[in-house]
């Protein structure tokens, strides 16, 4: 999240924040409390959706790696 300047407006509220990211809310409430103009969540890179994606990983050994 960063700090603007000054407020946005309506259209690019949505261009600039990510509104389905887990923190949004404590963002907001974090910069409403600063007294900022407004924020940005352009580059952040705490960014994590909270439509339940998950992170993936891949099995790096043979399946035979795998056996006890």
Given at each position: ?68
């Amino acid at each position: 999240m960063k700090k603007v300047e000054r407020p946005l407006n309506l259209e690019a509220v949505s261009d600039s924040r990510r509104e389905d990211c887990l923190h949004y809310k404590s963002c907001l409430s974090e910069a409403s409390t600063l007294l900022w103009p407004s924020f940005s969540c352009e580059g952040c890179p705490l960014f994590r959706s909270a439509k339940g994606d998950c992170v993936r990983y891949e099995r790096a050994a043979s399946a035979l790696g795998w056996e006890v």
